[in-house]
């Protein structure tokens, strides 16, 4: 249940265990939201199990370095992102949402899995053996289990678990946006001015993706009349490439707002005969670039799980036993880092570079 990246990976991941599967979409258009999408090289990996990585690459720009500056643009250093994979392979890959969704959509169609668009599952009667689905185009499905990647806002998790917490605001919002890339702005550069932490993510075809993290202005959307202004008055205090992306950004239609939260489920992720996984047990910030890394991680561990031939049950706990930890590294580390870019920042201005090192070293080994 659910066609984001944790659903159309575990589609691909337990086909290719044998399985016979159906993904149900609430959306009736099923296109992603936000606006770019950074995918760490641990998770990479993930997808060359899925035999997408090539096409994901293709529709990537690669990222082997982060420029670090100060908000006039002036280099302070270069941060080498780490590559588990081969040399030839991106440290970190750089893509529209778009491109992301459609690469996973045209596998999930080539695997001929069938996609229910505008449909939601209402209820799940689990058995022994198996489960009887009723979905809300009023038909019944009898399956073996369900999976659950219903995203942050699981109502799945909030069925199943109805005591499990709901995600928690982080303290920081985000502003996003699409330009297009200013000329001679290279590298993916994050720019830092006391509340506010601005990235400027070159894409393919002069494309760009911007965001900017806020710890001031809190979780509230502002009205519709006063978030250009508000944009640009924190877009405004930063120089370098800045004001070239600034002054394509002219309508507040182009404007993406949202408040962070976080939500890290302990085990278990199952009830009777359904499995949640993906941001359904752990939204993440996005201060390592790790959220949908994580969920398609989470597919391609449940796939090798389902190959095995072992037992539902089984199967769950297990995979939420080997993916918790990993889950956990990237929540808590992201969360962290959120704080630290809350007043009075970090202990030191060293902690949060040796977090993220430490935090992508344990995240390099195999799933
Ligand atoms: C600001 C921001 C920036 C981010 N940047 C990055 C990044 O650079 N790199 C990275 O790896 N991650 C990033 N992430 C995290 C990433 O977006 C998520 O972790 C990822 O989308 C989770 O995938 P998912 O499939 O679990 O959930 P979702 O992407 O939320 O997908 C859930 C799907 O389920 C569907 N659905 C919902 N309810 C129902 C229902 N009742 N019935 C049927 N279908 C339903 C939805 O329509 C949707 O298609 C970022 C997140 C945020 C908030």
Not at 141 to 164: C, E, K, M, Q, W
């Amino acid at each position: 249940m659910g066609g984001g990246p944790a659903g159309m990976a575990a589609g691909l991941a337990l086909t290719q265990a044998g399985a016979d599967v159906e993904i149900v979409e609430a959306s009736a258009d099923w296109r992603p939201g936000g606006i770019g999408l950074a995918l760490q090289s641990a998770p990479q990996r993930a997808t060359k199990r899925l035999g997408i990585h090539g096409e994901l690459v293709r529709v990537g720009r690669r990222h082997d370095v982060i420029d670090m500056c100060t908000a006039d643009g002036t280099l302070i250093a270069q941060m080498p992102q780490m590559n588990v994979n081969g040399p030839e392979d991106p440290p970190l890959l750089g893509m529209t949402r778009e491109a992301v969704h459609d690469v996973m959509v045209s596998a999930v169609a080539r695997s001929r899995i069938p996609v229910r668009l505008g449909t939601t599952v209402e209820e799940i009667v689990s058995g022994v053996d198996d489960a009887d689905v009723a979905l809300s185009d009023g038909s019944h499905v009898t399956v073996d289990y369900v999976i659950g990647a219903d995203g942050a806002n699981s109502t799945l998790r909030h069925r199943l678990f109805p005591d499990a917490a709901e995600p928690a605001y982080a303290g920081q919002s985000i502003w996003r946006a699409a330009a297009v890339c200013p000329p001679g702005l290279d590298h993916y550069t994050m720019m830092l001015d006391g509340p506010l932490r601005l990235g400027l993510v070159p894409l393919p075809d002069g494309r760009l993706y911007l965001w900017m993290l806020d710890s001031g202005i809190g979780a509230e959307r502002p009205p519709r009349e006063d978030l250009l202004r508000l944009f640009h008055e924190r877009l405004g205090r930063f120089g370098g490439f800045a004001p070239a992306v600034a002054s394509q950004l002219t309508d507040t239609e182009q404007i993406d707002f949202r408040a962070l939260t976080w939500l890290l489920m302990p085990p278990p992720w199952h009830a009777g005969r359904t499995l949640l996984i993906g941001d359904a047990v752990h939204t993440t910030t996005p201060h390592i670039s790790y959220g949908a890394g994580l969920a398609i991680e989470d597919a391609v561990a449940l796939g090798k799980l389902a190959a095995s031939g072992m037992a539902f049950p089984e199967m769950a706990e297990k995979l939420a036993a080997r993916r918790f930890e990993r889950a956990r590294a990237v929540v808590e580390t992201s969360l962290q880092l959120s704080r630290w870019e809350q007043p009075p920042g970090p202990p030191e201005p060293a902690a949060p570079g040796r977090l993220i090192g430490q935090t992508l070293a344990f995240l390099a080994q195999r799933l």
